[in-house]
T-cell receptor
């Protein structure tokens, strides 16, 4: 079975704080892709990052960074120096051959960044 | 290259009415997926087309939902009759056969049933 777990339902931080969103996944496939999406109040899904199962290098993009650890099946997302505009729901997602490549989303973590 | 487009962007209908959502995938993409996020819950898979054929419709909630993809191009998702719990955001995504790990999402249609 494939599953994505985002244990944090809501997180509230004050602007400029760092915040880490947790994601744990399950799959038996050896080849798979992991994603993070942002859903702002306007509703659209904004693609943030894709990571394939063979690439465990961490990635940094501006204030965003991702920590992929296959040993713990985790793909955590950190926002450094958070801003009010970061307030949104963030979804971690998995895609693999088993399951026909449909996207399996986590439940999402709602992030509130207060000024 | 145009991305995935969805129409309308927002629809407000009354309970019992019918609504049809449309998705235009990226040109040449054989795979088309429908997802939805209702009532602030997780985003869930509805169904998957390969060209005009339904590959997987295991996520369709009930027979009030009908998806079609005539000619293997655009797809429609009809809800008839709509219920209050159908309110949410409906997303469409497409991918090519060779790049099934890459799915490109549309902007979504926000459906409000009153």
């Amino acid at each position: 079975a494939q599953k994505v777990t985002q244990a944090q339902t809501e997180i509230s931080v004050v602007e400029k704080e760092d915040v880490t969103l947790d994601c744990v996944y399950e799959t038996r496939d050896t080849t798979y892709y992991l994603f993070w999406y942002k859903q702002p109040p306007s509703g659209e899904l904004v693609f943030l990052i894709r990571r394939n199962s063979f690439d465990e290098q961490n990635e940094i993009s501006g204030r965003y960074s991702w920590n992929f650890q296959k040993s713990t099946s985790s793909f955590n997302f950190t926002i450094t120096a958070s801003q009010v505009v970061d307030s949104a729901v963030y979804f971690c997602a998995l895609r693999a051959y088993t399951g026909g490549f449909k996207t399996i989303f986590g439940a999402g973590t709602r992030l509130f960044v207060k000024a | 290259e145009a991305g995935v487009t969805q129409f309308p962007s927002h629809s407000v209908i009354e309970k019992g009415q019918t609504v049809t959502l449309r998705c235009d995938p990226i040109s040449g993409h054989d795979n088309l997926y429908w997802y939805r996020r209702v009532m602030g819950k997780e985003i869930k898979f509805l169904l998957h087309f390969v060209k005009e054929s339904k590959q997987d419709e295991s996520g369709m909630p009930n027979n009030r939902f009908l998806a079609e993809r005539t000619g293997g191009t655009y797809s429609t998702l009809k809800v008839q009759p709509a219920e209050l719990e159908d309110s949410g955001v409906y997303f469409c995504a497409s991918s090519s056969t060779g790049g099934r790990y890459e799915q490109y999402f549309g902007p979504g249609t926000r459906l409000t049933v009153t």
